[in-house]
């Protein structure tokens, strides 16, 4: 059996460098993205992956290809999104978005940003959780209303509310920026 672990530890360490050479370069077309103003999330060239890799994996994987490769692009997407976020700031978009942090003062205050975000289809509220949870987020509140499309509501609060800094401003700004770059329409629709 220590043989058998050995090799698997043997495999992890190959896989790991093999994720930083995938980071490293998905970096580099995040500055290209920012460079170009172009969108950082792309579904159909996830989705085109997502299928190419499935039909190239044995049967023994082939259900794991989607839930791996998916948080691994979604990991991805958001170091891109630091790359476009850096040159965003120097654009009106960046400057709204500064606008809306200068609210989150309020935080201290004890009061929480209630979001609403419109979805193309169910499967988008997963992402929106990890999204907001990838940047330090928690959604306290949430309602989904499906009558006229899916439109979710929802509260979200710092995991860690100790006391408003600029590393929370910045967080809430980058999340800001990937949930309208990702969803339909996305509005703070009051504080609570």
Known sequence: MDEIREQI??????????LEKRFKLT???GQIKADLMAPVFVPERETELILELEKQASEDVKGLVSPVFKTIIRLSRRNQYSSVYKKLRTTELGEQLESVVSRIADLNAGK?????VAFREYEEVNSFFNIVNDYGFYPLEFSLKSKSGLVCRSVVTPLEVSEHT????EMFIKMMYQLCNEFNDVRIVGWV
């Open 9 to 18: 530890n043997k495999i992890d360490k190959k896989i790991l460098a093999e």
């Open 27 to 29: 970096t580099k077309v």
């Open 112 to 116: 929480r940003p209630c979001l609403e």
């Open 166 to 169: 600029e590393k929370t401003e």
